[in-house]
């Protein structure tokens, strides 16, 4: 079946340094992908998204990479701050207008 | 002002009762949705309705039924809880339409199953 995946199910990350989180996913039919912060006792944010027309794209200290040929999609966090401590999740626009949502990563800082 | 609000955060019942978690959305959006979020924090979809009408209805048991009285409202009744319904379940919306669009999420509700 369709999936979307993630390398690392937890991320430790220095206070200061740039966190990289990756993801894969199977559909290459997919055209739309999303980035999502989960914080302890929240619900999932939108944090930044793309759609397979472009390879990146940024926003503020975010940046989403996406690599079609090898159907990996990674987010990449600028100074990462004690705020940034979440569950990252990636979703890929699928089929019936469904997100189609990856395992999560726990990203960690460490002061 | 909360874009999409749920209401209960937390609830706690027995095995066999009957339970409703409610849904609004103040976003205009025309399309709802649940999810539920195991221990794991996998997210798995649940239903989602469009300007009222259920359009995806994933192998969920018929313990679980869905009510949206209007498009900003969708709610979720179940029906005879199980201890395997236990989990967070969130209430999300978008604004619809020919393509997969953003989804905004509520705070969620913690159901514990007893």
């Known amino acids: 079946g369709e999936s979307v995946g993630l390398h690392l199910p937890t991320l430790s990350v220095q206070e200061g340094d740039n966190s990289i989180i990756n993801c894969a996913y199977s559909n290459s039919a997919s055209d739309y992908f999303i980035w999502y912060k989960q914080e302890s006792g929240k619900g999932p944010q939108f944090i930044i998204d793309i759609r397979s027309n472009m390879d990146k794209r940024q926003g503020q200290r975010v940046t989403v990479l996406l690599n079609k040929t090898v159907k990996h999609l990674s987010l990449q966090i600028a100074a990462t701050q004690p705020g940034d401590s979440a569950v990252y999740f990636c979703a890929e626009g699928g089929l019936n207008y469904q997100l189609i949502w990856g395992a999560g990563t726990k990203l960690i800082i460490k002061p | 002002d909360t874009a999409v609000s749920q209401t209960p955060k937390y609830l706690v019942t027995q095995m066999g009762n009957d339970k409703s978690i409610k849904c609004e959305q103040n976003?205009?959006?025309?399309?709802m949705y649940w999810y539920k979020q195991d221990s794991k924090k996998f997210l798995k979809i649940m239903f989602s309705y469009n300007n009222k009408e259920l359009i995806i209805n994933e192998t969920v048991p018929n313990r679980f039924s869905p009510k949206s009285p209007d498009k900003a409202h969708l709610n979720l009744h179940i029906n005879s809880l199980e201890l395997g319904d236990s989990a967070v379940y969130f209430c999300?919306?978008?604004?619809?339409?020919?393509?997969?669009?953003?989804?905004?999420f509520g705070p969620g509700t913690r159901l514990t199953v007893l």
């Open positions: 976003l205009g959006h025309d399309t």
């Open positions: 999300a919306s978008s604004q619809g339409g020919s393509s997969v669009q953003t989804q905004y």
